[in-house]
């Protein structure tokens, strides 16, 4: 939750209110400058907080946040963190390549945990991740 302290709430309204309309006009462009700055910093704010637990890049993170930013004709600002499951291989695992090593992986901070039945595979697209069988044949595979 976010909270907003105003010290000069009063004069500020005046000024939105203003029958000058450039005054106005300058009043919700500063104000739009401050929301888009408070909400980059909160997105930063959250970056951080997740890498806190988790062994992810912020890169990967922030790319999943989208922001919607204020403008002069609304004032207000939306952050949402939405996308596709993050493969295992954004976090810390070993082999990072196709090998016949025992796959370990680490999520969360701590030590590495085995994957049972897991192995790195390269997929005809090029995409590199880990994965494990779904039934006793060669395939189908999950990541």
């Given at each position: 939750m976010i909270t907003i302290k105003t010290e000069h709430s009063k004069e500020l309204e005046k000024l939105f209110n203003s029958p000058i309309s450039e005054?106005?006009?300058?009043?919700h462009i500063l104000l739009g400058r401050?929301?888009?700055?408070?909400?980059?910093?909160?997105?930063?704010?959250?970056?951080v907080r997740i890498r806190e637990k988790y062994v992810i890049k912020?890169?990967?993170i922030k790319r999943r946040i989208k922001m919607r930013k204020a403008t002069v004709n609304r004032l207000s600002a939306e952050i949402r963190a939405s996308g596709p499951l993050t493969p295992?291989?954004?976090?810390?695992?070993?082999?990072?390549?196709?090998?016949?090593?025992i796959v370990r992986a680490r999520v969360k901070k701590g030590?590495?945990?085995?994957?049972?039945?897991?192995?790195?595979?390269?997929t005809g697209n090029g995409h590199v991740n880990?994965?494990?069988r779904v039934g006793a044949s060669r395939l189908p595979i999950k990541g």
């Open positions: 005054i106005r006009r300058q009043g401050a929301i888009n700055r408070a909400a980059t910093a909160g997105r930063t704010r959250a970056s912020a890169g990967d295992l291989m954004k976090f810390d695992v070993t082999p990072t390549f196709p090998d016949h090593m030590s590495k945990k085995a994957i049972d039945n897991g192995f790195v595979a390269r880990v994965f494990t």
